[in-house]
C-alpha cells in the first residue's frame, strides 16, 4: 500500500528556534498534501492544504508567517515552525493523496514537537 | 462549518463482543464520510468509507452506512478480537479529493481476552 513517511518522529527544541518537518511519500507520487495538527485528547486539525509548485492553502487562524509549507516536489513537503514557542508543542501530522487516481488520504506516522 | 462528534472513550470490551462506535456530523451538502483506525505507533489507516447517502463501507469485519436522515455513520462489528485494539477517528470531507478531513477525536477501543 501506499506509504508516508515523516521525519523526525520526535523533536525537542528550545524556544525562539525554527523546526523543519519532512513528509515523503515513498511509493507514490503526491498531488497533494495535507498538514494536520492533533492536540492531547483532540481530533486532528487541518492546518493547511498544499499542491506540488504552488503556495499552501491555509485554513483560518493558521500563521502562513508561523507555519512555512514548501511542497517542492511530488514526494516532499516541508513544514517549518519559525521561532517556536511552548504553545506550538503538538503532533503534527501529513497526509498525501496519489497523483495516480483516487482521493484516498494516507497519512504519516506523526511528528511530535515539543518546545522548551 | 463541518464537525464530527464521535462517542468518548476508552472503551473497554471482551473479545467476541460486539462493537458499536458512534458517530455524527454536521456539514453542508453531501460529505464523504470515513473510518480512520490507528495502531500503537502507526499513522492513520484508512478502514471504510462511504460516499453517498445508504452507502455501507466494509473492511475486515468492520461496517458503517451513511445515515442522511440521522446524520450519523456508527461503526460496527459482530465479534471484535485483541487485535481490533486502536484509536478509531470518524471523518468527513465536504469537498472532493483536494479537500482536507474534519476529524472526531477519536475513541480509544481496548479488547481484553
Known amino acids: 500500500g501506499a506509504v508516508v513517511s515523516q521525519h523526525p518522529s520526535r523533536v525537542i527544541c528550545k524556544s525562539g528556534t525554527s523546526v523543519k518537518i519532512e513528509c515523503r511519500s515513498l511509493?507514490?507520487?503526491?498531488?497533494?498534501m495535507f498538514w494536520y495538527r492533533q492536540f492531547p485528547k483532540q481530533s486532528l486539525m487541518l492546518m493547511a492544504t498544499?499542491?506540488?509548485?504552488?503556495?499552501?492553502?491555509?485554513e483560518q487562524g493558521v500563521e502562513k508567517d508561523k507555519f512555512l509549507i514548501n511542497h517542492a516536489s511530488l514526494t516532499l513537503s516541508t513544514l517549518t515552525v519559525t521561532s517556536a514557542h511552548p504553545e506550538d508543542s503538538s503532533f503534527y501530522i501529513c497526509s498525501a493523496t496519489d497523483a495516480g487516481g483516487g482521493d484516498t488520504q494516507y497519512f504519516g506516522p506523526g511528528t511530535r514537537l515539543t518546545v522548551l | 462549518g463541518d464537525s464530527v462528534t464521535q462517542m468518548e472513550g476508552p472503551v473497554t470490551l471482551s473479545e467476541e463482543a460486539f462493537l458499536t462506535i458512534n458517530c455524527t456530523y454536521t456539514?453542508?451538502?453531501?460529505?464523504?464520510l470515513f473510518w480512520y483506525v490507528q495502531y500503537p505507533g502507526e499513522g492513520l489507516q484508512l478502514l471504510l468509507k462511504?460516499?453517498?447517502?445508504?452507502d455501507k463501507g466494509s473492511n475486515k469485519g468492520f461496517e458503517a452506512t451513511y445515515r442522511k436522515e440521522t446524520t450519523s455513520f456508527h461503526l460496527e462489528k459482530g465479534s471484535v478480537q485483541v487485535s481490533d485494539s486502536a484509536v478509531y477517528f470518524c471523518?468527513?470531507?465536504?469537498?472532493?479529493?483536494?479537500?482536507?478531513?474534519?476529524f472526531g477525536k477519536g475513541t480509544h477501543l481496548i479488547i481484553q481476552p
Open positions: 511509493d507514490f507520487q503526491a498531488t497533494t
Open positions: 456539514a453542508t451538502g453531501y460529505p464523504s
Open positions: 471523518a468527513l470531507r465536504s469537498g472532493g479529493g483536494a479537500d482536507g478531513l474534519t
Open positions: 498544499s499542491n506540488e509548485g504552488s503556495k499552501a492553502t491555509y
Open positions: 462511504a460516499t453517498k447517502a445508504d
